[in-house]
């Protein structure tokens, strides 16, 4: 396993790169293809989200794929490399590992607990293998590192050290009020319709708003989302959609805006927040989490505005606290790092394994039928019987052997235990790459390559 990351994200970067870097859907998939076709790289997977770009390759040489990797990351988000560099964060197999189950668990996150971020590593795997970039060791990696994710969240309440991204915005907003009692009667504008937005509308709903009134490009996806909402046995918010050409109107009649588009541009610029101010007794609240920014941030500066932003959020996000939970998931990554590695080590050792008993295998064929030449008047149960004895003394001598060299492999630093055994039994290279790329299971093992 050479698995190496490189990427950058809200503990690196500040927004304002993080914000020119972002990638659209498009520009990952060219960016995996990319990925594939340089030298080094043998398998890619792209994890993208509104705080982090990350870069993820099994690479046969460390340096020449960390420079290739940033290189790549450089020219598809359009950020010089000389002004990106000092932003982007290495990690190295075992460590690399160990960065994708703690952003997994939500260890990594702006609001530590989030659970938003197991839809974009799953999102991100659907990518890799609709582009086929995503070989055996990053598939294994990131559904494993969707286990460990689930294993966090189940086991124990690190959704309580800290708060998804949507609630902690919210409750910035309310500015020390509890969301319930701020939110209580108020009408709300959601612009936008994907995961983020929807998880804002109905979090509104559930804090007591008395509308929620949703924009976005795609209309169908908006009528969904306030179906989902007044639905039988749903929030019982009244709902309705608007097109986005009468955004600006709505924001008239809004006490709350939240917003989070795949817009590359701005969606709410300063004019059009302060044309809305016009008249207007009580503050206006916006909370914008998108990366691009969808909303200004000269709205700052505009009087009985109240504006959230994902770098406000990451700022006041350092200050909650870290509960016990929070240790208890690292104690979860550090054993199920320990445990992949053991996995991908003994996986690396497999495909020998099987080349030398299908070796052995055309041994024991080739000295029974040499044993038929010298002695034809064997009867079928004699000639049965002395193949059946070869054989069992074959499979007892390699028996201890085999299952003691994958024990050793497993363990850290075992990598060589495979090339010592190639060196010994003088297997050929290309039988060991050929059943490699056969997918190679434990029963191959016992059954394809038993003599």
């Keep these: 396993m050479s698995l190496l990351v490189v990427g950058l994200s809200h503990r690196s970067a500040p927004v304002s ?6 990638l659209s859907a498009e520009t990952q ?14 398998e890619a997977a792209v994890l993208a989200t509104c705080n982090r770009i990350e870069l993820y390759a099994d690479v046969d040489k460390f340096h020449a794929g960390v420079a290739e990797l940033s290189t790549l990351l450089s020219q598809h988000s359009g950020v010089g490399l000389e002004e990106l560099t000092p932003y982007l964060y290495v990690h190295y197999e075992d460590r690399a590992v160990h960065h994708l189950f703690s952003v997994a668990c939500g260890l990594d996150s702006m609001v530590v607990g989030e659970g938003q971020i197991l839809g974009q590593i799953k999102d991100s795997l659907a990518l890799g293998q609709e582009l086929h970039s995503a070989g055996r060791l990053l598939n294994d990696l990131f559904q494993q590192s969707l286990r460990v994710g689930k294993r966090a969240h189940s086991e124990t309440g690190i959704d309580r050290a800290g708060q998804s991204l949507v609630t902690f915005g919210l409750e910035q907003l309310a ?3 509890p969301t319930g009692e701020w939110a209580a009667g108020r009408s709300a504008l959601v612009i936008g319709a994907g995961s983020m937005s929807s998880l804002a509308a109905a979090t509104l709903a559930r804090a007591g708003v008395a509308e929620v009134v949703v924009a976005n490009r795609t209309p169908g996806r908006a009528e969904r989302l306030v179906q989902i909402l007044t639905e039988p046995g749903g929030t019982g918010v009244r709902a309705r959609t608007v097109d986005m050409a009468s955004v600006g109107g709505e924001l008239t009649r809004a006490d709350v805006v939240v917003s989070c588009t795949g817009a590359t541009g701005l969606v709410l610029g300063a004019a059009a927040v302060e044309a809305a101010l016009d008249g207007r007794e009580e503050p206006l609240a916006l909370l914008d989490l998108a990366m691009p920014r969808d909303i200004d941030a000269a709205v700052h500066r505009l009087d009985g505005v109240r504006l959230v932003d994902i770098e406000s959020l990451a700022g006041a996000s350092a200050d909650v606290p870290m509960a016990a939970d929070v240790d208890r ?22 495909p020998t394994v099987v080349a030398l008993r299908a070796m052995a295998a055309d041994v024991v064929a080739g000295e029974i039928a040499r044993l038929d030449g010298r002695l034809p008047g064997l009867d079928e149960r004699q000639r049965t019987e002395v193949a059946r004895t070869v054989r069992r003394v074959v499979d ?13 492999a497993a363990e850290p630093g075992g990598a060589g235990y495979a090339d010592a055994l190639r060196t010994l039994f003088d297997l050929d290279p290309e039988t060991v790459a050929s059943v490699s790329r056969a997918d190679v299971t434990d029963a191959d093992i016992k059954n394809r390559g038993r003599v």
């Design 329 to 350: 998931v690292r104690a979860i990554v550090a054993a199920e790092v320990a445990a992949f590695g053991a996995a991908q080590r003994a996986a690396h050792i497999t």
């Design 396 to 408: 007892k001598l390699l028996h201890a052997p085999t299952v003691r060299i994958k024990q050793l």
């Design 29 to 42: 998939g060219k960016l995996l293809q990319d990925a594939l076709a340089a030298e080094p790289t043998a």
């Design 175 to 177: 500015d020390g009020t």
């Design 17 to 22: 790169v993080l914000e020119r870097a972002s």
